[in-house]
């Protein structure tokens, strides 16, 4: 009461800088959670939705703290719900990414944004909604309807997400949606070598269950018996070796098979695996 007191006779700037990251008072009230000071600052002219120098307003900061209140105001008030930051993130992907889900509820049903367009980093509402191992607020973002073409991508790296944490339920959940097992970008990691690269065998066997390319090439050229290998997850290599890896797949870049990789790492148990399972098919 004491700040909506001084506002009227004082001359004092809403949207001055106040310090060398760009907050307004209004950021910095939301940032504190300080819903009391960011609605005075609002009722007196504070700009709704200026930003800080990373881009971030106050919705993303309100999103980060979890205030709901703070939220409310900034809504009534008119913020935009997807404006990106400087690292294109939205107010919805930091509540998600922070566990707010009260939060990223309000968001949703106010109209925030599920577009599944994947920022630089191959994320979006569905991928930090996987962060918060809550399948009901995956569920939810997933019932958006958007166009297939705009989905399959994103499902595709969520898909990997969900086998590298290890999460079942969630890649069953993402396939029954109409995940793929395999994409046409070999920039994308697919959710096979994410489930070896997370250790995680029963999500490589259920993969290869699914169809999954078993000789895929992963970004650094390696198919997942060889990046098997490299891991000495010697569970992975006999599920791929049984399912018939390509035992003497190349990588391009330096020429290794999963057998030279075995060996380098002197990691015999594989060698020898590998070794019976050529004898096996060839002789």
């Known amino acids: 009461m004491l700040l909506q007191a001084f506002f ?13 990251d760009g907050d307004s008072l209004l950021l910095q009230a939301a940032m504190h959670g300080s819903d009391r000071s960011l609605r005075i600052i609002l009722i007196y002219g504070g700009a709704v939705n200026s930003a800080d120098r990373y881009g971030n307003t106050a919705l993303h900061w309100a999103a980060v703290t979890g205030n709901m209140n703070c939220v409310h105001y900034l809504l009534d008030y008119g913020i935009d719900l997807d404006t990106f930051n400087c690292t294109n993130v939205t107010p919805l992907m930091l509540a998600l990414s922070f566990g707010h889900i009260e939060v990223a509820n309000h968001l949703l049903y106010h109209g925030a944004s599920t577009t599944p367009e994947l920022n630089n980093y191959d994320e979006s509402a569905l991928t930090f ?7 009901a607020i ?34 069953q959940l993402l396939l029954s949606h109409g995940a793929p097992v395999d994409f046409s970008n070999a920039l994308i990691e697919s959710p096979l070598h994410a489930a070896i690269r997370g250790d995680n065998e029963e999500i490589v066997e259920f993969l290869l269950s699914k169809g999954a390319n078993i000789n895929a090439l992963n970004p650094d050229g390696y198919t997942p018996l060889m990046e098997a290998t490299r891991r000495r997850n010697v569970n992975a290599v006999y599920a791929l070796i049984n399912a018939g890896a390509d035992i003497m797949a190349l990588n391009d870049a330096n020429g290794k098979t999963a057998y030279t990789l075995a060996e380098e790492g002197k990691y015999f148990e594989i060698s020898d695996m590998l070794l019976e399972a050529l004898n096996c098919r060839y002789l």
């Open 8 to 20: 009227p006779t004082l001359q004092i700037d809403l949207n001055q800088v106040v310090n060398r």
């Open 129 to 135: 909604a996987l962060n918060t191992n809550n399948n």
């Open 138 to 171: 995956v569920e939810l973002i997933l019932a958006a309807e958007v166009p297939p073409e705009h989905r399959i991508r994103e499902l595709y790296v969520s898909l990997g997400q969900a086998a590298f944490s290890g999460c079942m339920a969630t890649v």
